[in-house]
Structures are given as structure tokens and as C-alpha cells.
T-cell receptor, first 116, second 109 residues
């Protein structure tokens, strides 16, 4: 389809392991966002890319979290030494132009991460 | 400091008009008001966005009074498929979206 694609849809891992989550945005969208959503809560901002560069990473909770977008399209969210508190749905969104409040963000279905 | 306040939940019967009001007393001059809808196991979906007065699209209307300290999302003639969580967000430019807990709308047959 033409929407935002996220893989894997589900990931179960053990505490301390390394995890990568992938986001394939809508073709041509220059802005890409990562959010995460815990059970019963609204999504929380993690990081925003404009092109290849991280324009705002103020939402990353600590240095175990890192994200890249090397060619300005696909992005990977990387979590090192996972902890049980990292369990959540990780949502990716893209938009054709920057502006989270001046346009529409297109969200994927998310990657559900469970850390045992 | 919470930017928006909205009811935790609402119930409605099919075919009724539903109005969800969001309070944003501290809205800034450059802030826009945006509503998203989220179904279980899906990402949020943009519904409507406005700055002042009234905005209407094919799925909803957004009413914003002159002081902009609140807004009301109006869903005409809801159906069971409108059962979802609805989020009201305010902000400017490319500042991050702050979702809050949203309003859980349950549509009953």
C-alpha cells in the first residue's frame, strides 16, 4: 500500500537485548517522526527527522535510544540494552512538509515491543 | 502543565451527532488546534485542523470560539465504526504533538 509501513509489527525480546524497528514512510515525504505509546496513554514524541538529519531528538528518553535515516527515506529506531519499561507501541509518522501542527501526519500501525 | 483538557469518555447512540469539547485555556497566538482519531491497534489518523471560527470537511466540523480557549469537534450521525479515541492537540509549527489521554467515544447500536 501507499501508507507508512512499519516492521516488525510485533517484537518480543529479553531484557538487555538490542532491538531495531524499521519505518518506511510515504514516498516523497521529507519529514519523519517517531512516537511511542504505552498502554492507556496517548502517543509521546521521540524524534523528528527532516531529510537525513535529526532536527529534534528531545523526546528520546536516554542514550539507549538512537534513530537514523541515512538516505532520507527509511528510518530505523535502535534500542540498546532493552528494559521492561521500554515495552510499548512504537509509532512512525511522515508528512510531505515539516509542521506537526500545520498539516497532517500520516501514522503507521506501529511496532509493538514487549521486553520480558 | 497540560495544554488541553477533554472528557475521558463519552457514549452515544448510532445516528446521533456527537460533540467533543476540548479546553485549552493557555493557547498561544500561533497555536493551531488539531484533532486525531485512533482505533485499537492502529496509529492515529488526522481528522481536522483549524485556527479560528469554523472548519468543516467530509468527516467532521471543528468549532472554535473567538477567544480560542476551547474547541468542539462535531461528528454528524455517528456509526459503530466511529468508536475510537479522539485526541485534541494544540501547538505551533513543528513543535511535537502532545496527545494526552484523549476521549474514548463508544457508539452504541
Amino acid at each position: 500500500g501507499a501508507g507508512v509501513s512499519q516492521t516488525p509489527s510485533n517484537k518480543v525480546t529479553e531484557k538487555g537485548k538490542y532491538v531495531e524497528l524499521r519505518c518506511d514512510p510515504i514516498s516523497g515525504h521529507t519529514a519523519l517522526y517517531w512516537y511511542r505509546q504505552s498502554l492507556g496513554q496517548g502517543p509521546e514524541f521521540l524524534i523528528y527527522f527532516q531529510g537525513t538529519g535529526a532536527a529534534d531528538d528531545s523526546g528520546l528518553p536516554n542514550d539507549r535510544f538512537f534513530a537514523v535515516r541515512p538516505e532520507g527515506s527509511v528510518s530505523t529506531l535502535k534500542i540498546q540494552r532493552t528494559e521492561r519499561g521500554d515495552s510499548a507501541v512504537y509509532l512512525c509518522a511522515s508528512s510531505p512538509t515539516p509542521g506537526q501542527h500545520t498539516g497532517e501526519l500520516f501514522f503507521g500501525e506501529g511496532s509493538r515491543l514487549t521486553v520480558l | 502543565l497540560a495544554k488541553t483538557t477533554q472528557p475521558i469518555s463519552m457514549d452515544s447512540y448510532e445516528g446521533q451527532e456527537v460533540n467533543i469539547t476540548c479546553s485549552h485555556n493557555n493557547i498561544a497566538t500561533n497555536d493551531y488546534i488539531t484533532w486525531y482519531q485512533q482505533f485499537p491497534s492502529q496509529g492515529p489518523r488526522f481528522i481536522i485542523q483549524g485556527y479560528k471560527t469554523k472548519v468543516t470537511n467530509e468527516v467532521a466540523s471543528l468549532f472554535i470560539p473567538a477567544d480560542r480557549k476551547s474547541s468542539t469537534l462535531s461528528l454528524p450521525r455517528v456509526s459503530l465504526s466511529d468508536t475510537a479515541v479522539y485526541y485534541c492537540l494544540v501547538g505551533e509549527g513543528n513543535t511535537p504533538l502532545v496527545f494526552g489521554k484523549g476521549t474514548r467515544l463508544s457508539v452504541i447500536a
